[in-house]
């Protein structure tokens, strides 16, 4: 019989209080960029290979449960809870780390990474981004990247639900 550990993408888990000490060990320059990355998508997988070629390493922090349902995405959401929701962008190559937060904005982890490159998708201008000033202001970038394919998870769990009616 085969023992089996747990798989090594649980590693790059990482509790917000331990962030400043684990993106000391990341290559520079490193990548921030933040979402609620749900339902795992061709969208999202394609913006985060995107995101990651931008620098040497990349951050994702994850909105928490109770940050996402005050983003009035609906009252079910998110469907997938927020250590499911890491874990799945852990895995994920493109990924180094993945911390969570459950402020309304990720302004804290911003600051606390200081990222080389702040990311979003094209849905927001660089200059709404939030850290965008603070990123500038120590020399970063900040990218907002265009969505190459027209999905999201609203849309998916639209589709869901119509066939269930």
């Known amino acids: ?33 933040n ?21 040497a390493a990349m951050v994702v922090a994850v909105n928490t449960d109770a ?17 499911h929701r890491a874990a799945v962008l852990a895995a994920l190559a493109s990924v180094d780390l993945v911390t969570w937060f459950d402020a309304d904005t990720p302004i804290a982890e911003i600051l606390a990474v200081q990222p080389d490159i702040l990311v979003k998708g094209g849905d927001w201008q660089p200059d709404k981004i939030v850290g965008s000033t603070e990123v500038l202001a120590r020399g970063g970038q900040v ?23």
């Open 1 to 33: 019989m085969t023992a089996y550990s747990n798989p090594d993408f649980t590693n790059k888990l990482c509790p917000p209080e331990q962030l400043a000490e684990r993106i000391a060990r990341l290559p520079r320059p490193l990548v921030f960029t």
């Open 35 to 55: 979402g609620c990355f749900d339902i795992l998508h061709r969208g999202h997988v394609t913006y985060l290979a995107q995101a990651r070629a931008l620098g």
């Open 67 to 83: 940050s996402v349902r005050r983003l009035g995405k609906g009252d079910d959401r998110p469907i997938n809870p927020t250590e």
């Open 143 to 165: 990218h907002s990247i265009p969505f190459l394919f027209d999905t999201s998870t609203t849309q998916t769990l639209r589709k869901i639900r119509a066939a269930e009616g």
